[in-house]
């Protein structure tokens, strides 16, 4: 990860469909449009698998009666309710890191006092879990080889004290805003790092081809009577190489572009998506995930 180190700045695993917390964080404050799924989203979606979570325990109660107390129940119940916390707990985190950003670019107090009160509720939860896992699990738990891959959930409490003590310190001592924000601004993006984030539906209609000829340009359309702007995004199912963009041109609710022959001109399958801007100022990405987080967020056409 690039500098500093902070849990706002590590990059996501995907950065081409993911944003950073601080990344979520300039977004919010900046205005800049971008179809990526941002930290609020990842967080809202971590905050539903918990309430899953609940629904699948009550339901499994109910289902096996008085089973609840045999040992492969109890089993289940547990590391259930270790995922639960686990799953709020960064959810938080995630949040956290967006409302510091804001602090960090603004200096307004509401947003640190807001990430410390945040993150004081997610230790506590931590807590809890992993006291409760105490009485379940080893004290040292090995899950892979390297010194980091074992200890216990009770390990991390004192790092999240240092961490926490360190926030109220730099909120303490104050800072200036890098630039001026209007307030509505910074209180408008502190409702969205702490709400539920919700992307545009639109109505699309989109064809992938299911092959292309090596070396001839593939032309790739969209309709979308929402859209503003929309925007190709392409590569070779090859993570060696960097994607590509291009602006689709407009015609009345149909954006056309053509990916060039040159680029087409390999071996392997192509992949894509598009982003597409709305004309309220929303962005997304088509296909966008499903509910579940299951499926694929590109189309794949094969060689021929």
């Not at 080889?145 to 959930?153: A, N, T, V």
């Amino acid at each position: 990860m690039s500098k500093p180190a902070l849990f706002g700045n590590v990059s996501p695993l995907d950065p081409q469909l993911f944003m950073s917390g601080d990344e979520t964080g300039d977004a919010l404050i900046k205005g800049s449009m971008s179809g990526k799924y941002t930290s609020i989203d990842v967080a809202t979606w971590f905050e539903s698998i918990a309430q899953s979570i609940d629904a699948g325990l009550e339901d499994a109660r109910q289902k096996v009666g008085v089973v609840t107390s045999q040992p492969a129940f109890r089993r289940a119940k547990e590391d259930a309710l270790i995922q639960r916390a686990l799953a709020l707990f960064f959810a938080a985190k995630l949040r956290i890191s967006v409302l510091w950003r804001i602090f960090d670019l603004t200096a307004d107090r509401a947003a640190g006092e807001t990430a410390i009160a945040r993150y004081e509720v997610a230790r506590a939860m931590w807590a809890k879990m992993a006291e409760r896992s105490a009485s379940i699990y080893r004290s040292d738990i090995s899950y892979c080889s390297g010194k980091q891959s074992r200890g216990h959930w009770m390990d991390r409490i004192p790092e999240f004290d240092a961490d926490i003590a360190d926030l109220k310190k730099k909120l303490a001592q104050g800072k200036s805003p890098e630039e001026a924000i209007h307030p509505d601004i910074i209180k408008r993006a502190i409702e969205q790092a702490t709400g539920s984030s919700e992307r545009p539906k639109l109505s699309t209609k989109h064809t992938p081809g299911k092959t292309f000829s090596s070396g001839k340009p593939l032309p790739v359309s969209l309709q979308c009577e929402q859209a503003k702007r929309v925007t190709l995004y392409y590569r070779e199912v090859n993570q060696a190489r960097r994607w590509q963009s291009l602006e689709l041109t407009k015609k009345g609710d149909v954006f056309d572009g053509v990916v060039p022959g040159d680029y087409t001109a390999t071996r392997f399958p192509l992949q894509y998506y598009f982003e597409v801007e709305t004309m309220t100022r929303e962005a997304t990405m088509i296909p966008a995930l499903h509910e579940n987080l299951s499926n694929v967020p590109y189309f794949v056409v094969r060689r021929r």
